[in-house]
């Protein structure tokens, strides 16, 4: 496939991206002409830095008594981390998931989980997807 032809699909993944509300003005804001390697490098330490909170927080919503206050302090970081690449739906997960917290809601903390995770789980995939096209299109030299 051309270069033209994997920036055009580059571009058409990202534009679904932003009208689906999967990502944000801050994704956009990340993209810096000076510095190729900066994206990949923030995308890697959000997917590794995300997925090791929600086990996190997997693992004490599964104790017998949670610790609700370290709940709410991964969501936060969680939030923070994933407004760092703008994931958008990541973010709005994330505050979903604070009135459980808050409310002492094991119940309730397990559900938001599942919805956080799945958002998570959403945009790793379409970021890695972000990442190996525009891998591909490095591969076959300048622009």
């Given at each position: 496939?051309?270069?033209?032809?994997?920036r055009s699909?580059?571009?058409?993944?990202?534009?679904?991206?932003?009208?689906?509300?999967?990502?944000?003005?801050?994704?956009?804001?990340?993209?810096?002409?000076?510095?190729?390697?900066?994206?990949?490098?923030?995308?890697?330490?959000?997917?590794?830095?995300?997925?090791?909170?929600?086990?996190?927080?997997?693992?004490?919503?599964?104790?017998?008594?949670?610790?609700?206050g370290m709940?709410?302090?991964?969501?936060?970081?969680?939030k923070a981390?994933?407004?760092?690449?703008?994931?958008?739906?990541?973010?709005?997960?994330?505050?979903?998931?604070?009135?459980?917290?808050?409310?002492?809601?094991?119940?309730?903390?397990?559900?938001?989980?599942?919805?956080?995770?799945?958002?998570?789980?959403?945009?790793?995939?379409?970021?890695?997807?972000?990442?190996?096209?525009?891998?591909?299109?490095?591969?076959?030299?300048?622009?």
């Open positions: 496939m051309s270069a033209a032809a994997l699909q580059l571009n058409e993944h990202i534009s679904y991206m932003y009208a689906t509300g999967i990502l944000d003005e801050y994704y956009q804001q990340l993209q810096s002409p000076q510095d190729e390697g900066f994206v990949p490098e923030v995308i890697n330490i959000f997917l590794r830095d995300a997925d090791r909170m929600l086990n996190d927080i997997t693992s004490l919503l599964n104790l017998p008594i949670v610790d609700f709940v709410g302090e991964l969501v936060h970081q969680l981390c994933s407004c760092s690449v703008g994931a958008w739906k990541v973010n709005l997960a994330c505050e979903h998931f604070r009135q459980f917290y808050a409310a002492k809601s094991k119940e309730g903390c397990l559900t938001a989980l599942n919805l956080l995770r799945n958002e998570f789980d959403d945009v790793r995939g379409r970021l890695q997807a972000i990442m190996q096209l525009e891998q591909q299109i490095a591969a076959l030299g300048p622009k």
